[in-house]
């Protein structure tokens, strides 16, 4: 007699931290261009094109509101400083350059913002770079008592600068600042410098504004300073952690609430400024195999896409692993081409099919979902080839017209031979042998002519036996096959060049097989 058992929707996100059927339910152990809202699977954010290529690889791309008026876009090549439009933020589509020699130093930039301009500087850059919106040209912050800064922040009203060379001596450990509200007098009441020798001396890392204090990171230790409220001693230091730090100076971002960086353990941690964690763990067997301690220092880089709630981090490959942080849950997209990832945003307006002009017949190839009515953010993003795009939710489809694979896989699942709740896992684990008949996806149709892959696999995800349905007005996927095993997987998939599903629900129609007895078997058999 077949029996039913509803398979909880793999919605916690992706988790190889523990054996697939050890996972809680609703993680999966593998997925790829899959996104996790309203209890739903749906496609990740697709992209669009924005502009051609400038003049070399795109490092930084970045925001700056010196106005409510004026909301600059901006970015940064190896050689380049460009702005977004030309007079005014996007009165033309193009990115304008503002340099007019290229700029000095190597890898990528640190930046911030205040006091009505934009700061940025690197390695050997000889000096702070600072651009005061809307003019046509950049200098260096004058006056300034060092001739290299690796770092720059904006705190406790002074523009912040880390790990710099003084009088051709390297001061690594060192943090120098102007007096208040004026970053061109560094030698006034209210300047000076802080060296950062506990819990050891090391150099700095980086640095963040996070709620009411500065945290400077080293390699293996968080340090805060705090605003002392006093000229005589601006700031006083506050050693926070030991042992915990980075080596990766631009995987540093915060959403406000939490800093996000890749640990110098090669996990990924949050730090919320009175404790540690160790957000990564689900996902760190796959970074500890994959971080290059040496050559990914200058190279990895981490973004916040705030409209999403999502930390995005990229480790120098076609993948990019992306923190849900509202829900703890961790997704892998493929981005081939992508070299940098935008702290800059557009808002959009897209078009719905309440303002649609023209014949039907012009809009035959347009999916019913992807012209609902809303609001949305698209983020800026350079790829490869120098050129950008814009990544966003409302995006169907990629830039280059690829197709996108995506999928999801269940934890491995046992028979449920005991009086459990419909699916929850039975301990009595893989003794019984059992019979999947079929499988039932429940989706939400969206006009999608793209066919589903329903999968099950018996062997932990190592081979699969597929089952091809088409969407339709029901809005159920029934695969009927017969597969035995005593652990099952199972797998939704699509690949399209422009992806719409909404999976919502998975039953399994099985028929148990009883114990199974290893009778009669010649010695040393393994069934």
Not at 319 to 334: A, E, G, K
């Amino acid at each position: 007699m077949p029996q039913y058992a509803r398979r909880a929707l793999p919605i916690g996100g992706m988790n190889v931290g523990a054996p697939a059927e050890g996972l809680p339910e609703g993680q999966s152990p593998n997925l790829q261009n899959v996104r996790f809202r309203f209890n739903e699977i749906r496609p990740g954010p697709g992209s669009a094109p924005l502009a051609g290529p400038v003049d070399s690889e795109i490092l930084v791309i970045a925001r700056y509101s010196p106005d409510d008026i004026h909301k600059w876009t901006v970015m940064l090549t190896d050689k380049s400083f460009y702005k977004w439009g030309s007079a005014s933020p996007g009165d033309v589509s193009v990115w304008t350059k503002v340099n007019a020699t290229d700029l000095a130093g190597t890898g990528r930039w640190d930046y911030t913002t205040g006091e009505d301009c934009f700061f940025f500087t690197r390695k050997n850059a000889a000096g702070v770079y600072r651009w005061k919106g809307g003019t046509t040209s950049i200098d260096r912050v004058p006056n300034a008592p060092f001739g290299d800064a690796r770092y720059v922040e904006y705190f406790n009203n002074r523009l912040c600068v880390g790990n710099v060379t003084e009088g051709g001596k390297s001061w690594a450990n060192r943090i120098r600042y102007p007096v208040n509200g004026n970053h061109e007098d560094w030698a006034g009441n209210g300047s000076g410098f802080l060296d950062v020798y506990e819990p050891e001396q090391e150099p700095i890392q980086g640095m963040k504004v996070l709620s009411n204090r500065l945290v400077v990171l080293r390699q293996h230790s968080l340090t805060d300073l705090v605003a002392s409220g006093s000229i005589a001693q601006v700031f006083t230091s506050e050693q926070r952690t030991a042992n915990v730090g980075t080596l990766f100076p631009f995987t540093v971002d915060t959403n406000g609430t939490m800093l996000f960086f890749l640990g110098s353990d090669g996990n990924v941690w949050g730090w919320d400024g009175s404790q540690l964690q160790a957000i990564g763990m689900p996902l760190y067997k796959i970074f500890e195999n994959l971080v290059d301690m040496i050559g990914g220092q200058s190279l990895y880089f981490g973004r916040v896409y705030a409209f999403m709630n999502e930390y995005w981090l990229w480790l120098g490959g076609p993948q990019i692993y992306i923190f849900d942080f509202l829900q703890n849950r961790w997704m892998i997209d493929t981005f081939p081409d992508i070299t940098a990832i935008g702290d800059a945003e557009f808002y959009v307006t897209p078009k719905d099919w309440g303002h649609a002009v023209g014949p039907w017949s012009d809009w035959s190839l347009v999916t019913w979902s992807s012209m609902y009515s809303r609001a949305t953010s698209r983020m800026i993003a350079g790829l490869s080839d120098h050129s950008t795009v814009t990544i966003g939710k409302d995006v169907v489809g990629r830039s280059t017209g690829e197709l996108i694979d995506c999928f999801v896989e269940t934890k491995d699942y046992y028979s449920n031979q005991s009086n459990n709740p419909i699916g929850v896992q039975d301990p009595v684990g893989p003794f019984v042998l059992r019979t999947c008949e079929r499988l039932l996806l429940m989706y939400m149709y969206t006009n999608d002519p793209d066919v589903f892959e329903l999968a099950v696999s018996a062997d932990h995800g190592k081979t699969w036996t597929p089952f091809r349905v088409t969407p339709n007005e029901s809005g159920f996927a029934l695969a009927d096959w017969k597969v035995s095993g005593n652990v099952l997987r199972f797998r939704i998939r699509t690949t399209s060049k422009a992806p719409v599903f909404r999976w919502q629900a998975l039953i399994e129609e099985f028929v148990p097989g009883g114990p199974y007895q290893g009778l009669d078997q010649p010695s040393g058999y393994a069934p």
